[in-house]
């Protein structure tokens, strides 16, 4: 095929390593650009997101390995001895590795969602800067549908794999909708701002962040839409809230039932803590009340690890699914590199069915001339039918490249520079 790919991840690199490799949502097309300019790349795409950054080519003769590092390295801005790190895969270990990719399964957390949309992303800007291949369009189509057929046939994709993930389904069961409900947040680390984008995700809109350094905290509340109140947080804050995340790294509680009961008690609704911090931020003593609701990461824990045990089974699933597709795709290829010969033989059999019934035609009445027309089209089928069936039966055999230079030489027309752009063609084929 004429098609590789070299590329970061989580597992390849660091993080210092993948963000100094990372392509900026602006920057994708110019980089793109710069690709398909070099003489041997006929398309061009990259997919880069937090975990991954990676470059898919079509070329028109394979890059020594060498080569493509240095081509990565030069046009993600990276020193040479970076490309060590990277990965390379070619043909249909490139088409597994998209696949895989789009279907969750070579992703940090197993199975996850938004790959799927990072990898439309990826081909769309391709796409829309003209920097696609013909080969590069049904890869990065078919490897969209692979991903949605994975998430559709596998479960591979549900149930919570981290702990922030896991409160934020807690939420969900306990106030259907988050849109008009308030949330407090107490702390503005990692594990708080993810928690927050998952309520976000979740439809939560109504925001105030506690955090000890109150210009993280108005940062935080500002990227949300919020507002910034006082750490710890007061009274009136959790008499307001309805969902309280705290993940502060305080070696003590935050959140002390001696300070809080009487805001507790004039609650008139439910209150849902989600204390995801280690140790605990938030008074064990608080969950007494009624309508309270207090969850710990220990609450979590043998959930998401009950997830993460079924998606893993289910990755099973999926890789099958995977390897189905890869196969689907081998074979569209291995039928479509010898298109511009069968394209050549249809044109010249035509060509002769044509000369003929016209060189023929005094030999049979006006009013026949239908079914001679009609008869000759059917012979001309069959023919062509015939041909083109085993040339592609010769693919099994790896033959195909062969039979269809033989078909461009025998039928070649007038046309010679057609016929030898064919030949180029299946020429730049045997590379790879």
């Known amino acids: ?70 081509l990565y390295c030069d046009l993600f801005g990276l020193e040479p001895s970076d490309g060590a790190a ?68 596998t479960a591979i994709s549900q149930g919570a794999v981290s702990v922030a993930y896991a409160a934020i389904e807690v939420a969900q069961r306990l106030f259907n909708k988050l849109n008009a409900k308030n949330i407090l947040l107490v702390g503005a680390g990692e594990t708080t701002a993810l928690a927050a984008k998952y309520l976000a995700d979740a ?38 809230a309805d969902v309280v995340v705290s993940a502060t790294s305080a070696p003590a509680p935050v959140i002390v039932l001696d300070d809080v009961t009487e805001a507790i008690r004039s609650r008139k609704r439910p209150l849902l803590l989600l204390d ?25 824990q043998e959930l998401v690890a009950a997830n993460l045990r079924a998606r893993q089974k289910e990755a099973h699933r999926a890789e099958e699914i995977v390897s189905r597709e890869v196969e689907v795709f081998a074979e569209w290829y291995r039928q479509n590199r010898i298109a511009p010969s069968i394209q050549q033989l249809q044109l010249a059999l035509e060509t002769i069915r044509l000369s003929e019934v016209e060189q023929q035609s005094h030999h049979f009445r006006a009013e026949d001339r239908d079914e001679v027309e009609k008869f000759s089209r059917s012979l001309m089928k069959r023919v062509t039918s015939l041909i083109v069936a085993n040339m592609r039966r010769a693919s099994d055999d790896g033959k195909d490249i062969d039979v269809a230079r033989a078909i461009a030489v025998a039928f070649a027309g007038k046309d010679q520079e057609t016929t030898d752009k064919i030949l180029e063609r299946l020429s730049h084929e045997l590379s790879h």
């Open 1 to 70: 095929m004429k098609l590789e790919m070299i590329g970061l991840n989580h597992r390849s690199a660091s993080l210092t390593l993948r963000e100094r490799a990372a392509v900026a949502p602006d920057q994708v097309v110019s980089v793109l650009k710069r690709a398909v300019a070099h003489a041997n790349i006929e398309g061009a795409a990259i997919l880069s997101t937090c975990n991954r950054a990676e470059l898919y080519v079509s070329p028109t003769y394979h890059f020594e390995e060498h080569e493509l590092r240095q």
């Open 86 to 153: 990277a990965y390379v895969y070619r043909d249909s270990s490139a088409v597994e590795h998209l696949f895989r990719v789009s279907s969750g399964l070579d992703s940090q957390m197993l199975g996850e969602i938004q790959i799927l949309a990072q990898v439309k992303t990826a081909y769309a800007s391709a796409l829309e800067s003209a920097c696609t291949s013909a080969i590069l369009n049904r890869l990065f189509t078919h490897a969209i549908s692979c991903g949605k057929l994975v998430r559709t046939r």
């Open 203 to 240: 439809g939560a809109c109504n925001w105030r962040v506690s955090n000890r350094t109150s210009a993280r905290g108005e940062e935080l509340a500002e990227r949300l839409g919020g507002s910034a109140t006082e750490f710890p947080p007061r009274n009136e804050d959790l008499m307001w």
């Open 276 to 300: 995801l911090a280690v140790p605990r931020d938030i008074d064990a003593r608080i969950a007494g009340f009624d309508e309270v609701y207090l969850y710990t990461v220990d609450d979590f």
